[in-house]
C-alpha cells in the first residue's frame, strides 16, 4: 500500500518561513511527478508548485519567487519550501505523487498539514 506522510506544518507570523517534507513509501514505481497541492477555507484546491521526475518544475504564480520545491529521489521525499509567507498562503497542504506508465496512470494523496500565517 502506498503512503504519503507529510510533516512540517504550523503556524508562522508574515514574512516567516516554513519547509515541509513528503514521504513516500509502500510498492510506488514509475514516479512521473511529485507536487504540493493546497486548499483554503471555502475554495477550490488548487496546484501550489509541481516537479517532474525530469526535474522541472512549475508553480503557481502567486508563489513564484516566495517557494521553491525539490525533492530527494533516493528517499522518495518532496520537499516545499516556503519564505516570506503571506497570510493569503494560509491553507491545508496537500502532498500529491502521480505514478504513470503508458499502461496505468495512479495519483497518491498525503493526509495534509495545516499552515497558518498569522501575527
Known amino acids: 500500500q502506498v503512503q504519503l506522510v507529510e510533516s512540517g506544518g504550523g503556524l508562522v507570523q508574515p514574512g516567516g518561513s516554513l519547509r515541509l517534507s513528503c514521504a513516500a513509501s509502500g510498492s510506488i514505481f514509475n514516479i512521473y511527478a511529485m507536487g504540493w497541492y493546497r486548499q483554503a477555507p471555502g475554495k477550490q484546491r488548487e496546484l501550489v508548485a509541481i516537479?517532474?521526475?525530469?526535474?522541472?518544475?512549475n508553480y503557481a504564480d502567486s508563489v513564484k519567487g516566495r517557494f521553491t520545491v525539490s525533492r530527494d529521489n533516493a528517499k522518495n521525499t518532496v520537499y516545499l519550501q516556503m519564505n516570506s509567507l503571506k497570510p493569503e498562503d494560509t491553507a491545508v497542504y496537500y502532498c500529491?505523487?502521480?505514478?504513470?506508465?503508458?499502461?496505468?496512470?495512479?495519483?497518491?494523496w498525503g493526509q495534509g498539514t495545516q499552515v497558518t500565517v498569522s501575527s
Open positions: 516537479i517532474s521526475s525530469g526535474g522541472s518544475t
Open positions: 500529491n505523487v502521480r505514478e504513470a506508465t503508458i499502461k496505468y496512470d495512479n495519483s497518491y
